[in-house]
């Protein structure tokens, strides 16, 4: 479920990247789910036209995914296949986290690798001979520059194979009608059912149905022109493959009927979204780990995930694959920071991560609980901002209940934290007047009627309601960017060689304003992927 807020940066987010038009289309989609074109121009009031060039911008640029469903007919009609549209709430808010993306690739792989994906991210999705013919354009780069293209095309492989590219999905899938899928389901067997039991709701199943197989998702398919039989014609001979030499990368197929050629359809790429996402989940782990334990525990988890980085399909997952020592050691010596480590101080490391040392006989293998990482950081996180928001008594009570997982009764807090029973019971009901804390009421009879009460945090609620404020704060940096801008929107225009005297103080104030403001919006955008993403 998408929070109030969440929809009020999705739609600035989208307003100020493509229009106001473009962004009505998708704060419809965002309050009333999936709908069809015919629903959301009239609940949008826009005409047909507009809606269609803005679902048309959605899709492009990954925000919106289409599919067909079949819908029973009125009285005396037949089933018509319908086109629905699904907002992609987490697409949109990645909009936000380009430059982390892009600087993550340039650090990695280089800027030739940077430019590749700043390409995507501003075009949403490309075919490789769009991606070739842009940087030609951009690099100025004549038609026989081949070692420029054959060098670019050697980068876009290496995006490929660290999986930041992947091919897009399928425009528009047929979700056939439940009876239907449920008769297929059970002829490919029990493990097609479990799947159709994940994905019960229609959006699961859209998603399912549009994913690229697995096997084919990162393959980068390169064709040479032929014969129709694919070998060489007579007294044409293929060019040698040598470095430098001009590679046609025509996708050919064959119609048999004919005998002529066509054009393949092209392969769409577009950015790995998950991909990002999961690495900047294992920096923000390792991060973590580094602060609350110590380097080499750091070190140690970095190994891990590194190693492991290819077998896991999912971000969410609860703990890393299970790895042999030899393996961990083997990762942890490739790192300059790691040669320093011995075996054993590896195992203590792994000691203090939660990894228990097995037993005699047992193969010796670890996994890392992502997954209590990941919450003693939201913990810490949450605290933080009781510490800031109610002070330091406040704190020490929040983190008692926290940390306790009951209910706990008003004195018994009040002797634990040391703090005065007075006090206690005004931050206690501060924090539950800001649904920071859950209250119960108890009522005893006997000779004289008693009332208690019993406070604890409820994370699932509160977590939600954190998140939420942090949706808001972000639109509102975003809001205040925007703001100063506009305020100095001559001073932008003017050269900065002419920038002289107040004018050049004014710029010096707005650019310093605005660094502090976006690099807030970046750290604030570390713990909304923190509840949010990891």
């Known amino acids: 479920m998408v929070t109030q807020y969440g929809i009020k940066l999705s739609v600035s987010l989208i307003s100020s990247y493509f229009g106001n038009l473009v962004a009505k289309v998708c704060e419809c989609l965002l ?49 018509k296949v319908v086109t629905q549209y699904m907002v992609l709430f987490d697409n949109i808010i990645h909009h936000m986290r380009f430059p982390k993306f892009l600087a993550y690739v340039s650090e990695e792989l280089g800027k030739e690798c940077e430019d590749i994906l ?29 070692t420029a293209r054959d060098a670019l095309q050697n980068n876009f492989n290496r995006l490929v194979n660290s999986r930041y590219l992947e091919h897009c999905p399928a425009h528009e899938p047929f979700l056939a009608p439940p009876a239907e899928e449920e008769t297929v389901v059970k002829k490919q067997g029990a493990k097609s059912a479990k799947v159709m039991k994940e994905s019960e709701t229609i959006e699961q199943r859209a998603l399912a149905a549009a994913a690229p197989m697995e096997a084919l998702r990162f393959v980068v398919e390169t064709y ?38 066509k054009r393949r359809k092209e392969v769409l790429w577009r950015a790995n979204f998950e991909e990002f996402v999961r690495r900047l989940r294992d920096k923000a782990c390792i991060g973590n780990v580094r602060t609350r334990l110590d380097d080499g525990a750091g070190i140690v988890l970095s190994a891990i995930l590194k190693s492991t980085r290819s077998a ?24 300059e920071e790691g040669r320093s480590m011995t075996l054993e101080h ?92 859950h209250m119960e009421k108890i009522v005893t009879y006997g000779s004289k009627q008693s009332q208690f009460l019993l406070w604890n945090v409820n994370k699932h609620t509160l977590w939600d309601n954190v998140l939420n404020e942090m949706y808001h704060t972000a639109l509102n940096l975003r809001i205040r960017i925007a703001h100063e801008q506009e305020q100095e929107k001559e001073i932008l225009r003017i050269p900065r060689e002419k920038l002289v005297g ?33």
Request: aromatic share 6%; charged share 30%; hydrophobic share 35%.
């Open 224 to 261: 040479t022109e032929t014969d129709c039989c694919g070998e060489e014609s007579e007294g044409n001979p293929l060019p040698s493959a040598t470095v430098g030499e001009k590679r046609k990368q025509i996708d050919l197929e064959l119609d048999t009927e004919a005998g002529t050629k």
């Open 312 to 335: 896991e399909n999912k971000v969410k997952i609860e703990n890393s694959v299970p790895l042999s020592m030899d393996t961990i050691f083997e990762e942890v010596m490739k790192s």
């Open 31 to 79: 309050r009333r789910g999936t709908l069809s074109c015919a629903n959301i121009v009239r609940f949008t009031e826009l005409n047909k036209v507009q809606v269609r060039n803005s679902l048309l911008v959605l899709i492009q640029h990954n925000c919106v995914q289409a599919f067909s469903i079949q819908q029973e007919g009125s009285f005396g009609e037949a089933p």
């Open 502 to 534: 107040e004018l050049a103080k004014r710029y010096a104030r707005l650019r310093k304003v605005r660094i502090v403001l976006e690099s807030s919006l970046m750290k604030l955008d570390d713990a909304i992927m923190l509840f949010h993403d990891f």
């Open 346 to 437: 590896a195992r203590a490391s792994l000691a203090q991560l939660g990894c228990h040392l097995p037993e005699i006989g047992i193969d010796e293998t670890y996994s890392i609980d992502l997954k209590s990482i990941i919450e003693l950081a939201q913990n810490e996180e949450v605290e933080s901002i009781v510490l800031k928001r109610y002070g330091r008594e406040a704190y020490r009570i929040f983190r008692l209940l926290s940390k306790a997982g009951h209910l706990v009764e008003t004195d018994k807090i009040s002797n634990t934290t040391f703090v005065a029973k007075k006090d206690t019971a005004k931050i206690l009901y501060q924090l539950w007047k800001d649904d920071y804390l």
């Open 118 to 146: 700043e390409g995507l991210l501003q075009h949403g999705r490309l075919s490789l001979d769009q991606i070739l013919d842009r940087h030609k354009e951009t690099a100025n780069q004549s038609e026989g520059n081949f």
